[in-house]
């Protein structure tokens, strides 16, 4: 079956830095995608990665190894508006995406 | 309308009734998607468009229905809801729906509780 995991939640600190995690197996890969969505609203599109390495936008990175069927979202210098759901989402050869059930990051001051 | 709208914001609905979910977009893209969203479960596709004219089932369609007349439309329709239908509806759009590039776009949204 299809299958995408992610920590259910996450803690840091204002000002610190954080990673969260994505692990996959689906029924072929196009691509791996980021979504960022605050409670209550929908969700964001943050980034793409579709080959091995690390993709960088601004404070955000995204890191994908295919051969690993893993991927990582990077925070840097954690701002208080960045406390929302983190989604991870495959895109699967017939180019819908699976979901993964988000990661909740909580910021504290 | 900037993006894509959705109607409505919220609604609270008796078992059993008809209810249609209205979805629009601006930008003019081939392909639109109705997700449901529940706790502790990732988005779960229940319909897809390519295109105007063509649909296709997602993950969990039973008990919905859409229709794609148009480029901007996509409505989606429970014929009899059920309480198990309580979830959030986001609609979204993307380009193609063809391509590995395709970045799909949401709507706000519709919260729906059926009693």
């Known amino acids: 079956g299809q299958n995408i995991d992610q920590p259910t939640e996450m803690t840091a600190t204002e000002g610190a830095i954080v990673q969260i995690n994505c692990t996959y197996q689906t029924s072929g890969f196009n691509g791996l995608f980021w979504y960022q969505q605050h409670a209550g609203e929908a969700p964001t599109f943050l980034s793409y990665n579709v080959l091995d390495g690390l993709e960088e936008k601004g404070r955000f990175s995204s890191f994908l190894s295919r051969s690993k069927g893993y991927s990582y979202l990077l925070l840097k210098e954690l701002q208080m508006k960045d406390s929302a759901s983190y989604l991870c989402?495959?895109?699967?050869?017939?180019?819908?995406?699976?979901w993964g059930a988000g990661t909740k990051l909580i910021i504290k001051p | 309308i900037a993006g894509i709208t959705q109607a409505p914001t919220s609604q609270i609905l008796a078992a059993g009734r008809r209810m249609t979910l209205r979805c629009t977009q601006d930008m003019r893209h081939n392909a639109m998607y109705w997700y449901r969203q529940d706790l502790g479960l990732g988005l779960r596709l229940i319909h897809y468009s390519n295109t105007a004219g063509t649909t296709g089932k997602g993950e969990v369609p039973d008990g919905y229905s859409v229709s794609r007349a148009n480029t901007d439309d996509f409505p989606l329709t429970l014929a009899s809801a059920v309480p198990s239908q309580t979830s959030v509806y986001f609609c979204?759009?993307?380009?193609?729906?063809?391509?590995?590039?395709?970045?799909?776009?949401f709507g706000p949204g519709t919260r729906l509780t059926v009693l």
């Open positions: 979204a759009s993307s380009d193609t729906g063809q391509a590995t590039t395709d970045t799909q776009y």
């Open positions: 989402a495959v895109m699967d050869s017939n180019y819908q995406l699976i």
